[in-house]
């Protein structure tokens, strides 16, 4: 049983930098990097601790999430809203500049120690820039 309390919405001036919408610069899932042309049609969307990430009107993603900032690399959980039954999956989290890199393990999987992503590993990296105003 998952005790949905443990992502109730608490500001941090992370979660503050990660509102609004954010285009993908890059995105691996299981070593597979998702084609260059395929990114411009992505957006994730962080509104409080809600994060959506959707491809081509697809939803991918729709998660709470919480982040253990005292942790090196800080560490980010989601508790999955979207299809199926709710889960947590674990990741990590770091700026690269301006931009937001996560790598999240599948539900059920291990913490990633380190941002690698490699054939097979189930894991996703994705890196995101702030989206330019319309």
């Given at each position: 049983m998952i005790d949905e309390s443990t992502f109730a919405f608490n500001t941090t001036p992370l979660l503050?930098?990660?509102?609004?919408?954010w285009q993908p610069?890059?995105?691996?899932?299981?070593?597979?990097?998702?084609?260059?042309?395929?990114?411009?049609?992505?957006?994730?969307?962080?509104?409080?601790?809600?994060?959506?990430?959707?491809?081509?009107?697809q939803t991918m993603v729709h998660a709470k999430m919480r982040f253990d900032?005292?942790?090196?690399?800080?560490?980010?959980?989601?508790?999955?809203?979207?299809?199926?039954?709710?889960?947590?999956?674990?990741?990590?989290?770091?700026?690269?500049?301006d931009e937001a890199r996560f790598c999240m393990a599948q539900a059920g999987a291990p913490r990633p120690a380190d941002f690698s992503c490699d054939t097979g590993s189930g894991r996703t990296l994705s890196q995101w820039k702030r989206r330019p105003p319309r």
């Open positions: 503050e930098r990660l509102q609004g919408e610069v890059a995105l691996v899932s299981s070593g597979a990097p998702l084609a260059e042309a395929l990114l411009t049609h992505g957006v994730r969307t962080t509104t409080g601790n809600e994060a959506k990430v959707v491809f081509g009107g900032e005292s942790a090196k690399p800080i560490a980010v959980d989601y508790l999955n809203l979207g299809r199926g039954p709710k889960s947590i999956s674990l990741g990590i989290f770091e700026w690269v500049g």
